[in-house]
């Protein structure tokens, strides 16, 4: 079983930027593609970015692209997502996952992880 640790999250003003962190432990990092996902209130959690175990390939939600860079450090088990240009829709809890099974490629459906984190609260203000 993994377990996974968001941080960095906070209050910003629009414009700004934040560089979200996600520490696993309990299974092979290195061996699993990463997400992350983000929850609005009153709105369904939705994908915004992924990563292969190579960090080879990634994908971005179309909200995502051009603003936000996901990326990876094997040898500290650490995912990160570093967001920019941040703007009062992107406000709401992000997620880390971890795909369900092992070499498996990126995925942009909640369905295909299998482990989440506690989630860390993004709020942007206007």
């Known amino acids: 079983q993994v377990q996974l640790a968001e941080s960095g999250g906070g209050l910003v003003q629009a414009g700004g930027s934040l560089r979200l962190s996600c520490a696993a432990s309990g299974r092979t990092f290195s061996s699993y593609t990463m997400g992350w996902f983000r929850q609005a209130p009153g709105k369904e959690r939705e994908f915004v970015a992924t990563?292969?175990?190579?960090?080879?390939?990634?994908a971005y939600a179309d909200s995502a692209k051009g603003r936000f860079t996901i990326s990876r450090d094997n040898a500290k088990n650490t995912v990160y997502l570093q967001m920019n240009s941040l703007k009062p829709e992107d406000t709401a809890v992000y997620y880390c996952?971890?795909?369900?099974?092992?070499?498996?490629?990126?995925?942009?459906?909640?369905?295909?992880?299998?482990?989440w984190g506690q989630g860390t609260q993004v709020t942007v203000s206007s």
């Open positions: 990563i292969n175990p190579s960090a080879g390939d990634t």
């Open positions: 996952a971890q795909r369900a099974l092992v070499w498996r490629g990126i995925a942009t459906a909640r369905a295909a992880y299998g482990s």
